[in-house]
């Protein structure tokens, strides 16, 4: 019987980082996977070959639409769906490779098969009929999440399909019916709506991205609708039948009302994600469960068994793959007898679209809800100089600052490249700092991030170039 300071089930961001930190400082750490390869959903069916479709789809679409104006002058651009799919399976491959590779420099063990908590110190893994059970001194659920399911509408990953499933269609889907308008949704209708697909948008809510700044969403809607997206808002979809050549989805208002019929080749439903603790023996082992289905921890990430604790999509908070990634680092920590630590209030989320969208901290609903009193200042991309040559001027930065102390409470972006220009207002905020700070410090021009040095002077009433 092998014997372990610590096993981690589970090895997506949050698993595979938690038993690196933990190999650091000086564990004998095992992690089990029932999956083929290392790296959880984030890896293998979520953001990483997302984020290779979404890249390669813009390329495709800028060689077809803004190649010409820039004088460059090529035939028009033709897709190849099986060598994209096999650019993104490339790309998956290599970060997979890096997982095992990351392993193994850091002598974790490796048990594959399915983990089950057996009780404090004891987890059993199972494969292919045969099971072992592991001793350790400490466990880490990070099983991360599955898909939410619609009642009564059956995901065959064909013609209804997952976030999984859409991102392996064999050919572009003349029309596709998205239920959904949160990030997964708008990210895999941006890709096959540049490869071709005509795209519609079903949101039970009255607005789209719930949860972020409604100010940037109505914005993003706009640019969205622009580019030839439809939104059937504070709308639900009922039923599909499946019977005929195309699809038929029955769209009900989400107050009431007649429905109508829209006819799709391809429907995908992305409604949110829920934990996944299927078969881990939770119950048996008395691992308290919220009434979510969420692992209840402390605020040190312990569950009600001693011993044994959780991280990322399975416990509360965003489900977000570098929220996992730092609770992983936070828990390794904290087991080791040191102060980990997750600042719940600085954790950027991002929507990798064109433009993007990015988001740190309090949104200006938030804030009007705990009635904190606070200023605002934006600055829009139309008056960036870089964005204004490149001819990419959708967006706008965002600022919100306690009106009291200038301490900067939310920072909301849309517009080009806004997931890499939002960390230098997550830094900023990790320290407390003011718009004041942000605003004498010296950005380099021209970029598109002075755009954020603008907006933070833009609190302060007195931006330059606006």
């Given at each position: 019987m092998a014997t372990y300071d610590l096993v981690v089930i589970g090895t997506g961001p949050g698993g595979y980082v938690c038993a690196v930190r933990a190999a650091q400082l000086g564990m004998k750490v095992a992690v089990v996977e029932k999956n083929a390869t290392l790296g959880g959903t984030c890896l293998n069916v979520g953001c990483m070959p997302s984020k290779a479709l979404l890249h390669a789809s813009e390329m495709f679409e800028e060689v077809g639409h803004s190649f010409a104006k820039m004088g460059v002058s090529v035939s028009a651009p033709k897709l190849?769906?099986?060598?994209?799919?096999?650019?993104?399976?490339?790309?998956?491959?290599?970060?997979?490779?890096?997982?095992?590779?990351?392993?193994?420099?850091?002598?974790?063990?490796?048990?594959?098969g399915t983990g089950k908590v057996l009780g404090t110190g004891k987890v059993e893994v199972s494969a292919d009929g045969k099971s072992q059970v592991v001793e350790t001194k400490n466990i880490v659920i990070?099983?991360?999440?599955?898909?939410?399911?619609?009642?009564?509408?059956?995901?065959?990953?064909?013609?209804?399909?997952s976030s999984t499933g859409a991102l392996s269609l064999d050919k572009v889907p003349g029309k596709l019916l998205i239920v959904g308008a949160g990030v997964i949704g708008l990210e895999l209708g941006s890709v096959w709506h540049r490869l071709g697909a005509e795209?519609?948008?079903?949101?039970?809510?009255?607005?789209?991205?719930?949860?972020?700044?409604?100010?940037?969403?109505?914005?993003?809607?706009?640019?969205?609708?622009?580019?030839?997206?439809?939104?059937k808002l504070g709308a639900k979809v009922t039923g599909v039948d499946t019977s005929g050549k195309t699809l038929k989805a029955t769209v009900e208002p989400a107050a009431g009302g007649a429905a109508e019929t829209i006819e799709a080749d391809v429907v995908l439903v992305c409604i949110g994600r829920v934990p996944y603790t299927e078969a881990l023996g939770l119950k048996e082992a008395g691992v308290a469960l919220d009434p979510r289905g969420r692992v209840q921890i402390d605020p040190h990430f312990a569950t009600s068994l001693k011993g044994v604790y959780a991280i990322g999509d399975v416990v509360a908070g965003p489900m977000l793959a570098h929220k996992a990634e730092d609770e992983g680092v936070a828990v390794a920590e904290i087991i080791a007898g040191q102060a980990g630590h997750v600042n719940y209030d600085v954790i950027p989320g991002v929507v990798y679209t064109t433009p993007e969208v990015s988001s740190v901290g309090k949104t200006e609903e938030e804030l009007k809800q705990a009635g904190t009193a606070?200023?605002?200042?934006?600055?829009?991309?139309?008056?960036?100089?870089?964005?204004?040559?490149?001819?990419?001027?959708?967006?706008?930065?965002?600022?919100?600052?306690?009106?009291?102390?200038d301490r900067v409470l939310g920072v909301h972006i849309i517009g080009r490249e806004a997931g890499e220009m939002i960390h230098e207002a997550c830094v900023l905020m990790e320290f407390g700092g003011s718009a004041e700070d942000l605003a004498r410090t010296c950005h380099a021009h021209p970029t598109r991030s002075e755009a954020v040095k603008e907006a933070a002077l833009a609190v302060g009433k007195r931006a330059i170039h606006m």
């Amino acid at each position: 019987m092998a014997t372990y300071d610590l096993v981690v089930i589970g090895t997506g961001p949050g698993g595979y980082v938690c038993a690196v930190r933990a190999a650091q400082l000086g564990m004998k750490v095992a992690v089990v996977e029932k999956n083929a390869t290392l790296g959880g959903t984030c890896l293998n069916v979520g953001c990483m070959p997302s984020k290779a479709l979404l890249h390669a789809s813009e390329m495709f679409e800028e060689v077809g639409h803004s190649f010409a104006k820039m004088g460059v002058s090529v035939s028009a651009p033709k897709l190849d769906l099986p060598a994209m799919m096999n650019f993104k399976q490339q790309g998956i491959d290599g970060n997979v490779k890096g997982v095992e590779f990351l392993m193994k420099k850091n002598k974790v063990d490796v048990l594959k098969g399915t983990g089950k908590v057996l009780g404090t110190g004891k987890v059993e893994v199972s494969a292919d009929g045969k099971s072992q059970v592991v001793e350790t001194k400490n466990i880490v659920i990070a099983t991360g999440s599955d898909i939410a399911r619609l009642k009564g509408i059956e995901i065959d990953e064909k013609r209804i399909v997952s976030s999984t499933g859409a991102l392996s269609l064999d050919k572009v889907p003349g029309k596709l019916l998205i239920v959904g308008a949160g990030v997964i949704g708008l990210e895999l209708g941006s890709v096959w709506h540049r490869l071709g697909a005509e795209v519609v948008v079903v949101e039970f809510l009255d607005r789209i991205l719930p949860g972020m700044d409604g100010e940037i969403a109505k914005q993003f809607q706009r640019i969205l609708e622009k580019q030839g997206f439809a939104f059937k808002l504070g709308a639900k979809v009922t039923g599909v039948d499946t019977s005929g050549k195309t699809l038929k989805a029955t769209v009900e208002p989400a107050a009431g009302g007649a429905a109508e019929t829209i006819e799709a080749d391809v429907v995908l439903v992305c409604i949110g994600r829920v934990p996944y603790t299927e078969a881990l023996g939770l119950k048996e082992a008395g691992v308290a469960l919220d009434p979510r289905g969420r692992v209840q921890i402390d605020p040190h990430f312990a569950t009600s068994l001693k011993g044994v604790y959780a991280i990322g999509d399975v416990v509360a908070g965003p489900m977000l793959a570098h929220k996992a990634e730092d609770e992983g680092v936070a828990v390794a920590e904290i087991i080791a007898g040191q102060a980990g630590h997750v600042n719940y209030d600085v954790i950027p989320g991002v929507v990798y679209t064109t433009p993007e969208v990015s988001s740190v901290g309090k949104t200006e609903e938030e804030l009007k809800q705990a009635g904190t009193a606070y200023t605002v200042g934006k600055f829009p991309f139309t008056a960036n100089g870089r964005s204004k040559v490149n001819q990419t001027t959708d967006g706008f930065v965002k600022i919100l600052a306690d009106a009291k102390t200038d301490r900067v409470l939310g920072v909301h972006i849309i517009g080009r490249e806004a997931g890499e220009m939002i960390h230098e207002a997550c830094v900023l905020m990790e320290f407390g700092g003011s718009a004041e700070d942000l605003a004498r410090t010296c950005h380099a021009h021209p970029t598109r991030s002075e755009a954020v040095k603008e907006a933070a002077l833009a609190v302060g009433k007195r931006a330059i170039h606006m």
